[in-house]
C-alpha cells in the first residue's frame, strides 16, 4: 500500500521548486503549527487575564448584600462572575463585567471596548433579532409606544415596556381624602383628585335639602327621629337619626323642674313647657353608651288645660359616647343627640 501524501502546489519558477519535497513538507507543518500555538496561546492569555479580573473583583469566603435579588419582571435571578451571589442578569445597553453577568437567556454578551484592559463592557446582542408587534416590525435596540401610556423597547426578538404613567401605581398619601383617578382633557396620564378639590365643585352646584325632623318615636325615655337630606359631602340624599328625649319616664317631670316646695313645683308642672334638669347629668344612648361629658337637658313639661307639650324649637349635637362592647373593651363614637331649645303646648298631639 502507497503512503497517503498531502499534495502541495507550487508555482512553476518559483525557488519552492529548487527545494527538495520533504524540506517543503517540514516548512509547510513549521507555518501550520505556528499558527495553532499562536491562536492557543492568545485563547490562553485571553483566559488568563479573565482570571485575573475575577480574582481581583471577587472576595472570598462570599460576602452577600442579600440573599435573594429582587429583579423587576421578566429579569432572571443569576449568580454572579464569583459563583457567590444572587444578582439580576444585565440586559441590553447595561454595563456588565466578570461579576455583573449579561442575560445569556436573551443572547447578550459583554462587550469590552478594549477586552485586554476595560474593567467593564456593555451587554450586548449575540444576533440582535427584531419584533414583530401588532403588525409592526421593529429592530433590535429599537423603542416604540404601544399606546400614549406604554414604551417598549426590542430586545433580541422579546420586547420590555415601561409604564409612561407611573404616578397612577401609587395612591397620594392619607391627607388627600377619597382620592380619586381623574382623566384631564387633553393628556393621557390620569392624576389623582382629592375630595376637597372635589367638593368645591359640588358645593357650588349642590341643591342643598332637608326635610323636618319626625316627632321623637316614644313620649318618654331614650327614642329617636330621623330626616331625609342631602347635606353632606357627596350631596347624596340620606336618612339620618338622632337621639331624642322629651322627658324622663322613671320620675314626674315636675322633680326635675327645681329644688322648689311641693306646692310651688305642682304649679310649675302645670304651667311650664320647658323645664330644665336641676343636675348635670352623663346622656344615654338607651343601649350601652353613655356620654363621656355631662350636660343639663331640657324637657317638655306639661300644659293646663292641653292634651300634650311638644318641641316647638330644638337643634342637633354631635355628643361623643363611650360605648361598651364588653366588660373591658370600649369604643368613643359621635353620635347626634336632639337639644330641646323650648317646647309648646298644643290641644291636640
Known sequence: ????????LVPRGSPWQRLPGNTILVVVGLFITANFLARVGGEYHSLANKHEKITNSC????KCKRNVAFCPEGVPVVTDGCGCCPICARQQGEPCNVVQLCDTRRQLQCVYS???????????????????????????GESFKLDCKTQCTCQNGTYGCVSLCPHENFRPSAKCRNAQLVQVPGACCREWQCESNVMKHIKVTCNRYSTNWTPCSIPCGIGSSRRLTNDN?????????????????NHAIGDVTSNRSSRSRRHHQHCRATVRNPDFIHLSDGHNCISLKRYRPKYCGYCSGKDCCTPKLSTTVEVPFQCYRDESTTDVMMKPVMFIIKCECRPHC
Open 1 to 8: 500500500m502507497g503512503t497517503n501524501t498531502l499534495p502541495i
Open 114 to 140: 478594549s477586552p485586554s484592559s476595560a474593567d467593564y463592557g456593555i451587554c450586548r446582542a449575540k444576533k440582535g433579532m427584531g419584533c414583530y408587534v401588532a403588525g409592526n416590525t421593529y429592530k433590535d
Open 233 to 249: 359631602d357627596d350631596c347624596e340624599l340620606k336618612n339620618e337619626t338622632r337621639l331624642c328625649q322629651l322627658k324622663p319616664c
Open 59 to 62: 472576595i472570598y469566603p462570599c
